[in-house]
């Protein structure tokens, strides 16, 4: 009898251990940021270092000064830029080689970039148009196309990915797919589904898949003015989703009247740095967080942060999604002509 109710003591020690670490297991980082309290971050803070590229300037390669998206390796840029139809090709010393794609709507033909995604191992660049996927290479040949309707495009960690958004029945539905080497869907995840949407938003960051440190990150954007924030960072692993942090703005998506008062465009994270981008309804601002996972320093600033490395005053800083220890900015020196191209600033986060 003795030892049956021993048996049982420890039995119930055993369920009540797993019970606790199942819990821990379930609970995730979660992060404070007081929106009434402003911080500046100078760059120089949180960079170990940098390194500036002058973007050669050529009849073909004149940037504007909306660049969508920069793509980054230690031999290639691939920028994509509001003035230019076609995506721009750099070493990666900033020479100028080419443009890719010809303008058009016919086989191989790009009407107009709504997001790009590159293999540099490969050398392939791919291109989400009207309708469509167009893979070429970077010596600017053809490669394959495929119809798609998808609105964003990314090639992580060896694999191309694209999020596209469809009504049916008056539900919204984001789906996250997995596209092989003929662009052909192989794979598909549910990223979220709303009933009888009020609007899609258009938003100002498109970093919503990031690599870093062997795990590939995924924010579930907001698209409509829903009750709460979508304030949780995911790590993607196959084709399941698990929750790898949260953020805790101390308010939820709406006010006591129902009423928009905070828009979360973006969350990303480095290995020691978690970064947010949002905005706030009341005074029509844009808003960017950082916080350091190994000092809890907290930053909070408008606009971005201050470039106190190359002295150019406020500068938004956006992730290099392959590997986002690293970070990227366009920038102009003070005394470098108004007609030439920017300079692209690569940073390197500390450790």
């Known amino acids: 009898m003795y030892i049956c109710k021993v048996f049982i003591a420890y039995i119930c020690l055993l369920i009540g251990f797993m019970a606790c670490q199942s819990k821990k297991t379930n609970e995730i980082l979660t992060i404070p940021v007081d929106i009434q309290d402003i911080q500046q971050l100078p760059l120089s803070i949180i960079t170990q270092?940098?390194?500036?590229?002058h973007l050669e300037l050529t009849d073909q390669s004149l940037l504007s000064d909306n660049?969508?998206?920069?793509?980054?390796?230690?031999?290639?840029?691939?920028?994509?830029?509001?003035?230019?139809?076609?995506?721009?090709?750099?070493?990666?010393?900033?020479?100028?080689?080419?443009?890719?794609?010809?303008?058009?709507?016919?086989?191989?033909?790009?009407?107009?970039?709504?997001?790009?995604?590159a293999d540099f191992d490969k050398e392939l660049l791919y291109i989400l148009t009207t309708g469509k996927i167009v893979c070429y290479n970077f010596q600017g040949e053809f490669i394959r196309e495929r119809k798609n309707?998808?609105?964003?495009?990314?090639?992580?960690?060896?694999?191309?990915?694209?999020?596209?958004?469809?009504?049916?029945?008056?539900?919204?539905?984001?789906?996250?797919?997995?596209?092989?080497?003929?662009?052909q869907i192989k794979d598909s995840v549910l990223l979220h589904s709303i009933h009888n949407p009020l609007m899609i938003w258009i938003h100002p960051y498109t970093d919503f898949i990031t690599y870093s440190e062997g795990?590939?990150?995924?924010?579930?954007?907001?698209?409509?003015?829903?009750?709460?924030?979508?304030?949780?960072?995911?790590?993607?692993?196959?084709?399941?989703?698990?929750?790898?942090?949260?953020?805790?703005?101390?308010?939820?998506?709406?006010?006591?009247?129902?009423?928009?008062?905070?828009?979360?465009?973006?969350?990303?994270?480095?290995?020691?740095?978690?970064?947010?981008?949002?905005?706030?309804?009341?005074?029509n601002t844009y808003w960017f967080s950082c916080y350091d996972l190994k000092t809890k320093e907290k930053y909070n600033m408008e606009k971005g942060v201050i470039d106190d490395i190359n002295n150019s005053g406020i500068v938004t800083i956006r992730p290099i999604i392959t590997n986002t220890e690293h970070y990227y900015y366009i920038y102009y020196p003070e005394n470098e002509d108004e007609d030439s191209n920017p300079f692209l600033c690569i940073g390197t986060f500390k450790q």
């Open 215 to 283: 795990n590939t990150y995924q924010y579930y954007f907001e698209l409509n003015p829903e009750p709460s924030l979508r304030d949780t960072l995911y790590t993607l692993k196959g084709n399941q989703l698990y929750p790898n942090l949260r953020i805790d703005y101390g308010v939820s998506g709406l006010n006591a009247k129902g009423e928009r008062e905070l828009y979360l465009f973006n969350i990303y994270r480095s290995n020691r740095y978690v970064f947010s981008n949002y905005g706030l309804a009341h005074n």
């Open 49 to 53: 270092d940098s390194k500036s590229i």
């Open 67 to 117: 660049i969508n998206c920069v793509l980054y390796s230690e031999n290639y840029l691939v920028i994509s830029d509001q003035k230019n139809k076609l995506p721009i090709l750099f070493d990666g010393n900033g020479k100028f080689l080419r443009t890719i794609g010809s303008v058009g709507q016919g086989p191989g033909e790009i009407q107009s970039i709504k997001k790009i995604a």
């Open 149 to 183: 309707s998808s609105r964003f495009i990314y090639f992580i960690d060896g694999n191309l990915f694209s999020i596209a958004e469809n009504i049916i029945n008056q539900t919204n539905k984001c789906m996250l797919y997995s596209i092989d080497s003929d662009l």
